[in-house]
């Protein structure tokens, strides 16, 4: 083989470079709500329509903020991403992965597919490390957010793997995304993916790359009250095959998670070798 081996870090947002969910943290406080109203509500209409529950709680967010007297703007989705909480060690674990991946004779590349609101990460100060971020985005009238525009949901977010895979970076090209592509002329073959995420609303992509030859690793909150929340989940993920390895969200350097990290790049790297 020659050049450097392209390999994709791939990321959920929320739960897996952040605790909790990004709306949680300073726009639904901004409305004068507690979070827990804010998704009762949402969860109350989504079953009520029989709707998707990603479009629900964006369209719940412009009705919110509409009855409060507050236009949503980029630039105010923006300002909220900036104070976005991140996980232990996630601002310092690019320079350091990056580093050992380059060692390695890899070429490391991060992307993001979040059912998370794409404005807010991209305010985020972590986001000049990403190739793209794949996130559900709004439709904006005169520089106001009127509706959803990308809905990026829990079967959706397979869909952009595949754009990772073609080097197909937008949402909207439906016509090259669904064109072949013979597999050694794809710029990440899925043997060459890493997913990280969180819950169950990443189940679908993890299990599709790790039955594509790549590696799925679930992150959980290392917080005591929260790591016991999800036991039963990660017990399940790891009985039915979903996932490759289990660690804390924990991205400084020698943690776990970064020693699994290492090891899946270090056996990519001797692969390509071959």
């Known amino acids: 083989m020659t050049g450097r081996p392209t390999v994709a870090l791939i990321y959920d947002f929320d739960g897996t470079l952040a605790p909790g969910n990004m709306q949680e943290h300073s726009f639904i406080p901004a409305l004068g709500m507690d979070h827990e109203t804010f998704w009762r509500e949402v969860g109350e209409l989504t079953h009520r329509h029989d709707a998707d529950g990603v479009s629900v709680y964006m369209w719940h967010m412009l009705e919110r903020a509409r009855q409060r007297g507050l236009s949503v703007t980029s630039a105010m989705l923006a300002e909220h991403g900036r104070s976005l909480a991140l ?30 609101i794409g404005e807010m990460i991209e ?6 490390h990403f190739r793209h971020v794949f996130a559900s985005r709004f439709l904006y009238q005169d520089g106001v957010a009127v509706w959803p525009g990308t809905v990026i949901n829990y079967t959706t977010k397979t869909q952009h793997l595949f754009r990772i895979n073609k ?49 799925s690793i679930a992150v ?55």
């Open 167 to 215: 080097g197909i970076l937008n949402c909207w090209d439906h016509v090259t995304i669904n064109r072949w592509v013979e597999p050694e002329d794809r710029p990440v073959p899925f043997d060459r993916m890493i997913f990280i995420g969180d819950g169950e609303t990443d189940v679908p992509a993890m299990k599709m790359v790790r039955e594509q030859g790549g590696s």
């Open 123 to 128: 305010g985020c100060r972590i986001r000049p």
């Open 87 to 116: 996980f232990a060690g996630v601002e310092g674990w690019f320079a350091h992965i990056d580093a050992f991946a380059a060692a390695a004779g890899l070429t490391l590349e991060h992307y993001i597919i979040s059912s998370g």
């Open 220 to 274: 959980f909150d290392p917080a005591p009250a929260a790591a016991a929340r999800v036991r039963g989940l990660l017990d399940r993920l790891i009985a039915e095959e979903r996932v490759t390895f289990v660690a804390p969200a924990d991205y400084t350097e020698g943690s776990l998670l970064d020693v699994t990290v290492r090891g899946i790049l270090g056996r990519i790297a001797r692969q390509a070798r071959r």
